[in-house]
């Protein structure tokens, strides 16, 4: 079955720093990979979806990364805030069509003043 | 433009009886996904449906549990002589009809306490 492995469970980081979070999967490579921010008591909000053919994808400060040969997705956020602060969710889909993701278990960020 | 609804937030049930959770999808979708989150777990999927067709269940448990999306109305997860382990965060998410992928709308939960 699908792995999905994020980086570290937590990372703090000052405010202002670009805040870097991995995803790594085994098995098949995805057709998308999303990622998700849940803070506490939520559900999750979708940021940024990438495409198995797409190298790089923007929204403001967010950038994603998807290296299909290294099974690797990188998710970094420039000049963080505290407002930042939450856990990010890396989600994995199989096929172009609209079914499960596979969750990793997300890496908790803090971003202090 | 209201998003996904879940009803209720917080559900307490004793052990053995039976849970009825809710979702409301956005207005415009009609794909439905319910996922589980234990405590200090990642988010599991468990069913996959869209208007009285139940596409893809290969998470569900076998017993006790089923899902439904009605022609008219919430799509509704039910847990029937609920135990302790039941206990977890449920969320519903939606997304429009159609086959692209453009990210899942997800609601905020139903917290399911088994006591």
């Known amino acids: 079955s699908q792995k999905i492995e994020q980086n570290s469970e937590a990372l703090n980081i000052q405010e202002g720093k670009t805040a870097t979070l991995t995803c790594n999967y085994t098995?098949?490579?995805?057709?998308?990979l999303q990622w998700y921010r849940q803070d506490p008591g939520r559900g999750p909000v979708f940021l940024l979806l990438?495409?198995?053919?797409?190298k790089e994808k923007r929204k403001e400060r967010l950038k994603v990364t998807f290296d299909t040969t290294l099974k690797q997705s990188l998710f970094h956020i420039t000049a963080s805030q505290p407002a930042d602060s939450a856990t990010y969710l890396c989600?994995?889909?199989?096929?172009?069509?609209?079914?499960?993701?596979?969750f990793g278990r997300g890496t908790q960020l803090t971003v202090w003043p | 433009n209201a998003g996904v609804m879940q009803n209720p937030r917080h559900l307490v049930r004793r052990r053995g009886q039976e849970a009825r959770l809710r979702c409301s999808p956005m207005k415009g979708h009609s794909h439905v996904y319910w996922y589980r989150q234990l405590p200090e777990e990642g988010l599991k999927f468990m069913v996959y449906?869209?208007?009285?067709?139940?596409?893809?269940e290969s998470g569900m448990p076998k017993e006790r549990f089923s899902a439904e999306f009605p022609k008219e109305g919430p799509s509704i997860l039910r847990i029937q002589q609920v135990v302790r382990g039941d206990s977890a965060a449920y969320f519903c998410?939606?997304?429009?009809?159609?086959?692209?992928?453009?990210?899942?709308?997800f609601g905020s939960g139903t917290r399911l306490t088994v006591v």
């Open positions: 098995n098949y490579s995805p057709a998308y």
């Open positions: 989600a994995l889909d199989r096929g172009s069509t609209l079914g499960r993701l596979y």
């Open positions: 998410a939606s997304s429009p009809p159609g086959t692209e992928n453009y990210g899942y709308t």
């Open positions: 990438i495409r198995e053919n797409e």
């Open positions: 449906l869209q208007k009285e067709n139940i596409i893809d």
